[in-house]
């Protein structure tokens, strides 16, 4: 089974600080892990994916999260904020297509505010 | 390329009534699915086709179908609708690969709301 557990549900930064957003995971298959963004009233958009390839994942934006196996964390990260950053975040596990399906499993999301 | 469209973008009806949900993938995508976003329940999985075939099914009643057509795209129906049924409906489409490099791409949904 897979779950996805996003802490904290609302973070404030101001701009140009550092944004760290918390996602842990739990799967019993190796996991592809995903961060998300979404903009009032429109779908989702993929910052970055994780796929075994690299523990450290850039994204678009500025964006890149760390695989930690050992802390089964996968942790989104910007060096400094936007005030165009300001959404809300979803990180979500997938077994893929070959080992089990898109049956994405999302986390409750954490909405980004930038304050001026 | 065109991205992911969904159709209608919204839509009104009331309880007990049924709807249909379209979605076009991108081109050469053969894998959708779909998704229910509410604020109560988050983002929850419906349904997975691949090759017009149902691959994984979510925890949700039978009220609720799909169907995928021979040109990938694909529809899903929600039957005797309930108040509760009032959702944005994402659909996704990927072209799989076996070197993982798997990724979805979302449309902007169908915000469904049931009077």
């Known amino acids: 089974a897979q779950s996805v557990t996003q802490l904290g549900s609302h973070v404030s930064v101001s701009e140009g600080a550092l944004v760290l957003l918390r996602c842990n995971y739990s799967?019993?298959?190796?996991?592809?892990l995903f961060w998300y963004v979404q903009y009032p009233n429109q779908g989702l958009q993929l910052l970055l994916k994780?796929?075994?390839?690299?523990?450290l994942v850039k994204g678009i934006n500025g964006f890149e999260a760390e695989f930690k196996k050992s802390e089964t964390s996968f942790h989104l990260t910007k060096p400094s904020a936007h005030m165009s950053d300001a959404a809300e975040y979803f990180c979500?596990?997938?077994?893929?297509?070959?080992?089990?399906?898109?049956?994405?499993?999302f986390g409750a999301g954490t909405r980004l505010f930038v304050k001026a | 390329k065109a991205g992911v469209t969904q159709t209608p973008r919204y839509l009104i009806k009331t309880r007990g009534q049924q709807v249909t949900l379209s979605c076009s993938p991108i081109?050469?995508?053969?894998?959708v699915s779909w998704y229910q976003q509410t604020p109560g329940q988050g983002l929850q999985f419906l349904f997975e086709?691949?090759?017009?075939?149902?691959?994984n099914k979510g925890n949700f009643p039978g009220r609720f179908s799909g169907r995928q057509f021979s040109n990938s795209r694909s529809e899903m129906n929600v039957s005797t609708l309930e108040l509760g049924d009032s959702a944005l409906y994402l659909c996704?489409?990927?072209?799989?690969?076996?070197?993982?490099?798997?990724?979805?791409?979302f449309g902007p949904g169908t915000r469904l709301t049931v009077l």
């Open positions: 799967s019993s298959v190796p996991p592809y």
């Open positions: 086709y691949f090759s017009e075939t149902q691959r």
């Open positions: 996704a489409s990927s072209f799989p690969t076996r070197s993982g490099t798997d990724t979805q791409y």
């Open positions: 979500a596990v997938s077994a893929g297509f070959y080992t089990g399906g898109f049956k994405t499993i």
């Open positions: 081109s050469g995508h053969r894998s």
């Open positions: 994780y796929t075994s390839a690299a523990t």
